[in-house]
């Protein structure tokens, strides 16, 4: 399996700021037969699913707000959220499908 | 527009088994697979398996090969997880999802929440 860390565990951002959060894994997700990278990001909210922000580190998923973007490339990856909204109060998982699929433990971002 | 419907809540006793459905509308069985994800209460997601709509075969998490079996109906549009030999562990939410074999997940179920208790 390969572990994904995450960091921070918890972020408390001002309405229209900036929101970082890296996932690091133990091994690279980057696929020379595919040439891409293997890792999504999700977004949970309190007592809903898992939704697909992000896919191939980077491929924002069909009606996902553009202030959504993800980078990074082999075992270092980040998610921006540009100009925070009170709806992006949520939970984010990024996920790993290089391997059997794990997830990272999470990162709970409130609004400050 | 694809939708996941889940089966209802349950309670079971420790050694006991759990079979989880999943309905699907407005998609073909054919096409993509059905993740298995659990998600214990605080804690993070937790991959269980796939049935791959395709071929008709299963990839397990080595954590559950010996505990979780996966199968679908395709005529009644459902997948199914059954999982034996219940723990107090294995308290948590069931999740079907949809997406690319070995990829990500791109449609989820409402989830089904399964409590172990004696």
């Known amino acids: 399996d390969i572990d994904l860390t995450q960091s921070p565990d918890s972020l408390a951002v001002s309405l229209g700021e900036r929101a970082t959060i890296t996932c690091k894994a133990g091994r690279t997700v980057f696929s020379s037969g595919t040439k891409k990278n293997h890792l999504a990001w999700y977004q949970q909210k309190p007592g809903q699913p898992p939704k697909l922000l992000i896919y191939w580190s980077s491929a924002r998923d069909f009606g996902v707000p553009d202030r959504f973007s993800g980078s990074g490339s082999a075992t270092d990856f980040t998610l921006t959220i540009n100009t925070v909204q009170p709806e992006d109060v949520a939970t984010y998982y990024c996920q790993q499908y290089y391997s059997t699929p794990t997830f990272g433990p999470g990162t709970r971002l409130q609004i400050k | 527009q694809v939708q996941f419907v889940q089966s209802e809540a349950e309670v079971k006793q420790p050694g006991a088994s759990v079979k989880v459905s999943c309905e699907t509308s407005?998609?073909?069985?054919?096409?993509?697979?059905i993740y298995w994800v659990r998600q214990a209460p605080g804690r993070s997601l937790e991959w269980l398996g796939w049935?791959?709509?395709?071929?008709?075969?299963?990839r397990l998490s080595e954590k559950f090969q010996d505990r979780v079996t996966l199968t679908r109906d395709t005529s009644a549009n459902t997948a199914y997880m059954e999982l034996s030999s219940l723990t107090l562990e294995d308290t948590a939410v069931y999740y079907c999802?949809?997406?690319?074999?070995?990829?990500?997940?791109?449609?989820w179920g409402q989830g089904t929440l399964v409590t172990v208790s004696s």
């Open positions: 407005g998609h073909s069985f054919s096409s993509f697979a």
């Open positions: 999802a949809r997406g690319p074999v070995s990829g990500y997940l791109f449609n």
């Open positions: 049935f791959n709509g395709g071929t008709g075969t299963t």
